[in-house]
């Protein structure tokens, strides 16, 4: 009886181990939408600032990493963090590139953010880095590398598999899709490739659209339209 006991209090402690807190679960949904974190990332998605001291955040990343929801490792003298256990460390620069542009969407306008993985698992043609839902339009993502930009026929192709998704993303969505195209990549050449997109892209210079004030990032006007090649924000 009381070996019974004793495994029945034992399961229930597993089981309270696993089960995860309300405030853990907000910490690994952002974690899901993160391609990779540092604990400050974590802590501006949640407070609007990169913060190396936040206690909350302090605790709760390495209670995920003890129950296997999150896995970590050191990169540049500092933790990393991701819900993928096979994440490549060569794709580390990318993904946090993609997490900061995701942060600061976040604070520039109240939206549903919509994670890579969404799109990976109903396989569409083209995977954005993440995507962002507002009443007017959803936002497709794209992050393009210098190595990238510089091979001209893959980002053309880009292009053409985003034209030929965008009545599937505006069916799964109901909104009108529009593609973001943010390059490294001098401003001059962003806009001689911005020649070759249409009214459904806009496209911007990765010192530009990090360069702007965080709260301003959709109402800068540092956004090529594919329409006219004009500038404009987000917002018009």
Not at 104 to 132: Q, Y
Not at 160 to 189: G, S, W
Not at 211 to 234: H, P, R
Request: net charge positive.
């Amino acid at each position: 009886m009381e070996i019974y006991q004793f495994l029945i209090t034992l399961l229930l402690w597993i089981m309270a181990k696993k089960q995860l807190t309300l405030l853990q679960q907000k910490y690994l949904d952002v974690a899901k939408l993160f391609h990779w974190g540092r604990q400050i990332d974590f802590t501006a998605w949640f407070t609007g600032v990169w913060d190396p001291r936040n206690k909350q955040t302090e605790t709760t990343l390495p209670q995920l990493v003890e129950m296997n929801k999150l896995y970590s490792r050191w990169y540049h003298g500092q933790l990393i963090y991701t819900t993928s256990k096979r994440a490549s460390e060569l794709h580390v620069p990318h993904g946090m590139t993609c997490t900061i542009a995701a942060i600061r969407f976040k604070h520039a306008i109240e939206c549903e953010f919509i994670p890579e993985r969404f799109f990976r698992g109903r396989r569409f043609e083209i995977v954005p880095e993440f995507a962002f839902m507002t009443d007017k339009a959803g936002i497709a993502f794209e992050y393009s590398t210098k190595n990238n930009f510089k091979r001209p026929s893959l980002m053309r192709r880009k292009l053409q598999k985003y034209r030929e998704t965008l009545a599937r993303f505006e069916e799964t969505f109901d909104v009108r899709p529009v593609v973001l195209f943010v390059i490294d990549a001098p401003i001059y050449e962003v806009k001689r490739f911005a020649k070759y997109g249409d009214a459904n892209f806009y496209f911007t210079d990765a010192r530009s659209f990090f360069g702007v004030d965080m709260k301003a990032q959709l109402t800068s006007s540092i956004y090529i339209w594919g329409g006219d090649g004009d500038t404009y924000s987000l917002r018009s």
